[in-house]
């Protein structure tokens, strides 16, 4: 299987090493800086699973991307993704199959829209990694999961092929009846996690040591669940559960990548991961009240993108 990874750094660079470390036909989609860095010292990732150095990986940039591939491992930010679909539209043909890793749901639409519902698949990861300023992805926790799964719950050739071409990788790949109930648990999850931390400028255990703190978590996952169940994807009680205790530890130094992204004055995924669960909300009747817990963390998202906005332009003038 001939698969293209969209992008070598922390999501794709990890995956998409790890599949090279098993002796996977597998190029990386960058942009040119990124070329030159894996052409000079290579793919390298730290990880307590073990380190992985691939020497000069094979890599194609947009402008010389003419042939089709089996499977794209699509691994951007959604800030990223129209840019990221001119990039990669090339390399789709009939029979290939795109995986994406975002978080959410709206970036299936984008995706359906652009190259039809049944190349699209559902997908979703479970890793903590960064790019440290060597250029190197470096693994944060024990995580390294990808899921994946045909929108409908079928388990089709095309998924048995992927799976075929994971087996044996040193990460966790599984693919899933059940797929678009868990990115929908997961957006759940997310939402909460970085309404609250980003809202509130700190971490899980410092929210819920504060006054109020614990109701205000508790609440925005409560209408988080909301949307999910009248968008007609019911959180099961485990996943429930598994989200109020990994929000309401104490102690626990738990925050949103949204947050750190806030804090180095990163862009953010705020439309993409909050603004969609809103719309989403209101179209079915809910979050009509001005006290949501969603809305107030969402117009904190965007006051930060119009005062980044303004400090971006300033630096510019100046």
Known sequence: MRTLVVGAGAVGGYFGGRLLEAKRDVTFLVRPRRAAELASSGLRIHSRFGDVVIPNPATVLAENLHETFDLILLSCKAYDLDDAIKSFAPAVGANTAILPLLNGMLHLDVLDARFGKERVLGGQCFIAATVNEQHEIVHLNDLHDISYGERDGRLSDRLKEISGSMHGVLFNAS??????????????????????????????????????????????????????????????EASLDRSRAMLTTPGSTLSASMLRDIERNGPIEADHIIGDLIRRGC?????????????????????????????ATQTRIN
């Open 283 to 311: 179209q079915h009747g809910l979050l009509a009240s001005t006290n949501s817990f969603l809305k107030l963390a969402y117009t904190h998202l965007k006051a930060y993108e119009v005062r980044a906005d303004k400090d």
């Open 175 to 236: 693919a899933s009846r059940e797929i678009v109930l868990e990115m929908w648990e997961k957006w759940v999850f997310l939402a909460s996690g970085a309404s609250s931390t980003c809202l509130m400028r700190a971490t899980v255990g410092d929210i819920v040591a504060s006054a109020g703190g614990t109701d205000y978590v508790l609440g925005v996952l409560e209408e988080c669940r909301s949307i999910a169940e009248a968008e007609g994807y019911a959180v099961r």
